[in-house]
Nanobody, 124 residues
């Protein structure tokens, strides 16, 4: 099992930036990819971005392309989500997740372990 702890959420004005971090521990050698999802009140948890652990291949939801950037530091076993040009509709709880095998990485079902989430609120 991989344990994940997110940090970096908060309140920011529209147009501002935040950087989320997700630190992994436990069986990190098993990680194939790490992703970020978000869930706004009353909505389903949605894919935001993902990065494969070895190759560093990235995928993004259309709604965040060009504004968000995912990266990882293998030595620190940490993945980051740099969020720029934030909009009120980006407001949500952001969850980090680890996939331990190949799968369709834009789907929640591809991920085996999840963090507790961190709140991001963008004011207009």
């Amino acid at each position: 099992q991989v344990r994940l702890v997110e940090s970096g959420g908060g309140l920011v004005q529209a147009g501002g930036s935040l950087r989320l971090s997700c630190a992994a521990s436990g069986r990190t050698a098993s990680i194939y990819a790490m992703g970020w999802f978000r869930q706004a009140p009353g909505n389903e948890r949605q894919f935001v971005a993902t990065i494969t652990w070895n190759a560093g291949t990235t995928y993004y939801a259309d709604s965040v392309k060009g504004r968000f950037a995912i990266s990882r530091d293998n030595a620190k076993r940490t993945v980051y989500l740099e969020m720029n040009s934030l909009k009120p509709e980006d407001t949500a709880v952001y969850y980090c997740a680890a996939a331990l095998r190949w799968g369709t990485l834009t789907f929640r079902s591809a991920y085996d372990n999840w963090g507790q989430g961190t709140q991001v609120t963008v004011s207009s």
